[in-house]
Nanobody
């Protein structure tokens, strides 16, 4: 499998938390940075976060800074996006990307 696979999306209430997983294709000695993105209907895909190959550094969009945390476990080939204090405007399909390859996305709905 060459494509990352997202999972963990679902329906949550405002203020609650979700953790998304991104399972990466195969084991590699040359790990790549992972990007997290989201896209709501009618909107352009929005960059959210990047985590460096070893997980030492992360960067976040202003819209999620302080609420979302990217991490990774290279031994398991999994990257994570922890999302807290979720808002209705966080509703979107969430994607991870490794190199130039996108995952299929996982739906997050934040609604009361």
């Amino acid at each position: 499998q060459l494509q990352p696979v997202e999972s963990g999306g679902g329906l949550v209430q405002p203020g609650e938390s979700l953790t998304l997983s991104c399972t990466l294709p195969g084991a590699s000695l040359d790990y790549s940075a992972i990007g997290w993105f989201r896209q709501a209907p009618g909107k352009e895909r929005e960059w959210l976060a990047t985590i460096t190959p070893t997980g030492a550094f992360t960067n976040y969009a202003d819209s999620v800074k302080g609420r979302f945390t990217a991490s990774r476990d290279n031994a398991k080939n999994i990257a994570y996006l922890q999302m807290s204090s979720l808002k209705s405007e966080d509703t979107a399909v969430y994607y991870c990307k490794q190199r130039t390859i996108w995952g299929q996305g996982t739906q997050v709905i934040v609604s009361s």
